[in-house]
Nanobody
């Protein structure tokens, strides 16, 4: 079992930056693909970014590409999401997710492709 705990959310103004953290515990997750998703009120959970187990491959949604950066540090079992030039439409609860090897095949942009989830952290961007 993997436990994921997000932190770093908050209330910021448009144009500001935030860095979200996700700490994993319970078992080694070094060979898991990791992802960030977000969910705004009244909307479905949407894909934001993902990073391979090795950290050398990343993929972003078009809405955040060029503004957000996902990274991971195996030594402290953590994944990060650096968010720059935030916009009001980035307001949502942000979730960290873990995809074990072989889970949901080769796919990684849908919520159901991930087996473990954190409780989420709120990000609010005011205009």
């Amino acid at each position: 079992q993997v436990q994921l705990v997000e932190s770093g959310g908050g209330l910021v103004q448009a144009g500001d930056s935030l860095r979200l953290s996700c700490a994993a515990s319970g078992r080694t997750f070094s060979n898991y693909r990791m992802g960030w998703f977000r969910q705004a009120p009244g909307k479905e959970r949407e894909f934001v970014a993902t990073i391979s187990w090795s950290g050398d491959s990343t993929y972003y949604s078009d809405s955040v590409k060029g503004r957000f950066t996902i990274s991971r540090v195996h030594a402290n079992n953590s994944v990060y999401l650096q968010m720059n030039r935030l916009k009001p439409e980035d307001t949502a609860v942000y979730y960290c997710a873990a995809k074990p090897p072989g889970y949901s095949g080769i796919f990684y942009v849908k919520a159901y492709d991930y087996a473990y989830w954190g409780q989420g952290t709120q990000v609010t961007v005011s205009s």
